[in-house]
Structures are given as structure tokens and as C-alpha cells.
């Protein structure tokens, strides 16, 4: 291909000429989400019980992401993370299990007890592991009664599903 002052073009230029008619790729701005999640971290009740639901570099990611994590004081400690590593991660510490269960998702390993159930705001959300052949029926009642939205695999679900029937 010739220009036109008479010189020839390269076969790269060419490309590059024949591209520059077609639509371009722009940037835009990434909007920010007006929705942000509000997490609770609490610390399990149970001594034996050495894991946590997020780790401080889990709760880095999630804050830079624009949601707020609440970490009760000591939640990590049998899992060897400190409250100030939470804290430099980005959430706040919490010092009472109320505060902590008032988020609108509570992440917790152990099955909550009738007062965790209580100090959850009506219709939040709670990720657990809940065992349903040792659950007792008070404390599903609680959970029904307070419209908890809770987050089972299917197996949990179909028995949970089951005991709220009856």
C-alpha cells in the first residue's frame, strides 16, 4: 500500500491504519456499589474449638472491597490471630457478642445458642454449620420465629426444611 506522498507502507502500519477506522475500547469509571455487607465475626463459645470464620487477610480483602467486618475481641485467638491483626486488616473490634450479632451476616463454625439467636436483628443472616440430628427444637423455633435466613448445604437444608414443616 502506498501513501499518499508516494511512499510505501509496511504490512504493520497497514494493519494499524486499516484498525484505526473500527470502534476503539474506552475505560469507564467504575461505579461505586451503593450496597455494602456488614459481617459479624464472633468468637465460638466453645473451647475446643480452634477455627475461625475469616482470617485478618480475608477480612483485608473483603474491607478494600467496601464492606464493613465487625470481629468480636479474641475471635481468632485459638486460631493464632490477634485482634490487632484484625484490626490492621480493616475491621472493628468488638468487645461485646451483641454488637457482633447485630450485623446484617453473622459467619460463625459452631451452631449459635438461643441467646446469639436472640441479639440477631429479625431477617438477617446467618452462615453456620448447623447439625440438625443434635439441634434442639427450641432452638430451630428460635430461629424460625426470628426469620433468620440461614445458609445450609442441601443435605442440612432438606432436614431444616422438614423440621419447619412440622
Do not use: W
Not at 6 to 20: D, F, I, M, N, P
Not at 97 to 112: H, Q, Y
Amino acid at each position: 500500500m502506498k501513501t499518499k506522498f508516494g511512499k510505501s507502507l509496511s504490512s504493520l502500519e497497514t494493519l494499524a491504519k486499516e484498525h484505526a477506522l473500527y470502534p476503539q475500547e474506552s475505560l469507564l469509571e467504575v461505579k461505586n456499589k451503593e450496597q455494602r455487607l456488614f459481617i459479624g465475626i464472633p468468637k465460638e463459645k466453645e473451647d475446643l474449638e480452634s477455627r475461625v470464620c475469616l482470617t485478618p487477610e480475608s477480612v483485608a480483602l473483603l474491607v478494600n472491597n467496601g464492606h464493613e467486618i465487625v470481629v468480636e475481641t479474641g475471635a481468632g485467638n485459638n486460631s493464632k490471630f490477634t485482634d490487632q491483626e484484625y484490626s490492621e486488616a480493616g475491621a472493628k473490634i468488638a468487645y461485646s457478642t451483641e454488637e457482633v450479632f447485630g450485623s446484617d451476616i453473622v459467619l460463625k463454625v459452631e451452631p449459635p445458642t438461643l441467646q446469639e439467636i436472640s441479639y440477631m436483628k429479625q431477617g438477617k443472616t446467618l452462615i453456620s454449620a448447623l447439625q440438625m440430628a443434635s439441634m434442639k427444637s427450641d432452638l430451630i423455633n428460635a430461629i424460625v420465629k426470628n426469620k433468620t435466613t440461614i445458609v445450609l448445604t442441601s443435605q442440612y437444608f432438606e432436614t431444616f426444611y422438614h423440621a419447619y414443616l412440622t
